[in-house]
């Protein structure tokens, strides 16, 4: 009998491409509703937009930049500013093609392609045209962002995230200072909306709004509220059921526990969703495709906890969430910083390194420095995020939206012994990472007629932190008949730089050893040797677990020779890889 296999196709891969506009400024010719005196320079959507491509980079086939970074901003994400384009009507319309470029490459292999279009910053209803969105040379009406850019782009599907405020910063929560900002209604009317989106049904869309059609931006987040909200959320924060996928019923649900218990009507925003009507379980993101080696993962965060804020060393607020008591969830966090993790008044130091999967209940805790408050942050002190988000607010929320489709629950809700991301089977705990340095160097030599001794060094050391450091150098060289060779194991303290593409470390050291000289013909000299003195090294990672390192050391040894105690000092240096883990 013969067994005839028919070949099953390849599952179609799925490609994600991400054009992210952010515009502070205002275009000359423009103004609000009160004319140009209404509207001023913005101070984040840059980084609303830098955020966002940081973000969604390391799982973006391409990802097209249009801002224009302040220097803050440039000294927070220095590996986007080569890659920012100046957000004019003609870099849109330049990204744009090369959108619609990729995406039919995409088709024509049987992929699907999903598209991010993000734009952060002013609204305006001055436009006799109609209301639109301020780029730095002009506007973009809601028939330009429809036939220019949505009908050139028959993606598998579009998200189209708007946050658009209308005015300058809307709390200043160190003075005081409070301003109403505004969106243009005709962009954030639900009706509107949903009538506008009906000619596209691969289309969906995430909009900043509230009751009184207001948006904002906050100083104590560094962003605007309503992008870092989507970005928390985005981060894994939503995951409701725990499936690793972030759909836009929870997005929607996640925004609005955030914003629920924020009681001034100026402050408080919400989000109208709509997804895709071709697909209306279509996920923004599958938390799934990050790779784990460029991410750090921190798993099983307990809404008993309270509110969870999640900064980096430079300040950046990174996330927030606020678990109900029955909802766990995971996060993905860049690497290759430390981040400070606080809850309800305590604040714990975790060293973000790639790969890693740290335990939320492997943190230590310590009682965080108090900070001083203005009067107008009271409202979103008070009420941002104070709402908790879990399974229950989910289920309420998505009863009274008909418009979104509930995730399904078989997953069951993710809980602290069921993290909602996919993780490696083994995790490591939030303990230390080590470094192997495998190098080649030279010393100087007993002998002084033999010059420079070349070898190997073995070095483990950990890579973070301060610690100590074991070594063992083995070096040797020949001069005619005269041969002679080292070997000495060294144990040393070492601190360094925080974890980072450059770090220098440095410390003192000590050791044992063995020295022996031979010449043709004659017995071999040999002696035991103790060293004492420091090194100095710098190393550069090409990889998350690949880097190069560059060496010294001045030891001072203590050996016999020639029938008597000889002290000398004698310096070596080291080239080599590390390798991490």
């Known amino acids: 009998m013969a067994l005839v296999g028919v070949a099953q196709p390849a599952p179609a891969a799925s490609r994600l491409h991400a054009l992210i506009i952010g515009n502070n400024e205002v275009p000359a010719e423009r103004g609000g509703r009160d004319g140009p005196s209404a509207l001023v320079p913005l101070r984040y959507a840059d980084d609303d937009a830098a955020a966002l491509a940081a973000f969604i980079g390391p799982v973006a086939a391409s990802l097209h930049l249009l801002t224009l970074m302040d220097a803050r901003t440039q000294a927070l994400y220095p590996e986007l500013v080569s890659r920012a384009k100046p957000p004019t009507l003609a870099a849109v319309d330049e990204a744009v093609t090369l959108l619609a470029q990729e995406v039919t490459r995409d088709l024509a292999r049987g992929d699907e392609s999903i598209v991010w279009l993000f734009f952060s910053g002013h609204g305006s209803t001055s436009n006799p045209e109609g209301p639109e969105l301020l780029l730095s040379d002009g506007g973009m009406t809601r028939e330009l962002l429809y036939d220019r ?44 909306l949903r009538a506008t989106l009906a000619r596209y049904p691969h289309v969906g869309a995430v909009v900043a709004s509230s009751r009184s059609a207001r948006a904002h931006e906050w100083d104590a987040l560094g962003h605007g509220v309503f992008t870092h909200e989507l970005l928390s959320a985005l981060r894994g924060g939503a995951d409701v059921n725990g499936d690793g996928r972030i759909e836009y019923s929870e997005v929607s649900a996640f925004i609005s526990a955030a914003n629920r218990s924020v009681s001034d009507p100026r402050a408080r925003l919400e989000a109208i969703a709509h997804p895709p009507r071709r697909n209306r379980s279509a996920p923004l993101l599958s938390l799934s495709d990050f790779p784990p080696s460029r991410m750090t993962r921190l798993t099983n965060i307990s809404g008993k906890r309270g509110m969870i804020q999640i900064t980096d060393a430079s300040g950046r607020r990174l996330a927030t969430v606020h678990n109900a008591a029955d909802l766990s969830v995971s996060l993905l966090l860049p690497s290759g910083s430390v981040l400070f993790v606080t809850a309800d008044g305590v604040e714990a130091e975790m060293s973000a390194r790639a790969g890693d999967v740290v335990r939320f209940s ?36 998505t009863a009274n939206a008909p418009g979104l489709l509930s995730v399904s629950f078989q997953h069951g809700a993710a809980r602290e012994d069921s993290p909602s991301l996919p993780t490696p089977s083994t995790q490591r705990s939030a303990g230390p990472s080590f470094r192997l340095g495998v190098g080649l160097g030279g010393s100087g030599t007993v002998a002084r007629e033999l010059g420079t001794s070349y070898g190997v060094q073995l070095a483990l050391r950990r890579s ?14 020949r001069e005619g008949a005269l041969r002679e060779s080292r070997a000495a194991g060294k144990l040393g303290w070492f601190w360094q730089t925080a974890p980072a593409s450059f770090q220098a470390y440095g410390g003192p050291l000590v050791g044992v050893g063995w020295i022996l000289q ?38 001072a040894e203590l050996m016999r020779r020639d029938s008597h105690t000889e002290v000398s000092f004698r310096p070596s240096a080291w080239l080599g890889s590390t390798f991490e883990w």
């Open 149 to 192: 850019v949505l009908a050139r782009l028959p993606a598998t599907s579009v998200h189209l995230l708007i946050d658009a405020c209308y005015a300058e910063s809307v709390v200043r929560p160190r003075d005081s200072y409070a301003e109403i900002v505004e969106l243009p209604p005709a962009v954030t009317e639900p009706a509107l």
């Open 464 to 477: 973070d932190g301060a610690g100590p450091g074991i070594a063992l150098d083995v070096v040797t060289v």
């Open 518 to 555: 031979q010449i043709d013909g004659s017995s071999a000299r040999s002696s035991a040797l103790a060293l004492s003195g420091f090194s100095l090294g710098a190393l550069t990672r090409l990889t998350d677990w690949l880097g190069v390192f560059a060496e010294v050391e001045g030891a």
């Open 362 to 397: 492997d943190l230590r805790f310590e009682p965080k420095r108090s900070r001083p408050r203005g009067a107008l942050a009271h409202a979103l002190e008070r009420g941002l995020f104070a709402t908790a988000y879990g399974r229950g607010y989910y289920e309420g929320f």
